[in-house]
């Protein structure tokens, strides 16, 4: 009920709440066997609050049919 509430408020005007673009990334070490000193060796993942992913895949959904992925 309050996720169709959101969506509908999203919808309606146009606005999406700045908490839906905060993430907080995290370093991974692609190599353990190498320099931990050097930032070549680490990846970035971004951890976002659940609700944006929620509302991400409810828009997909509701957008999937007028939407298309070219591979080149």
């Given at each position: ?63 999937q049919?007028n ?6």
């Amino acid at each position: 009920m309050h996720i169709e509430l959101l969506n509908q408020f999203i919808f309606q005007h146009g606005y999406v709440p700045n908490g839906f673009g905060l993430g907080l990334f995290i370093p991974l070490v692609k190599d353990k066997s190498g320099n931990l000193n050097d930032s070549d060796i680490y990846r970035a993942i971004t951890i976002g609050p659940v609700i944006a992913k929620v509302m991400e895949k409810v828009i997909l959904k509701l957008c999937q049919d007028n939407l298309r992925t070219e591979c080149k």
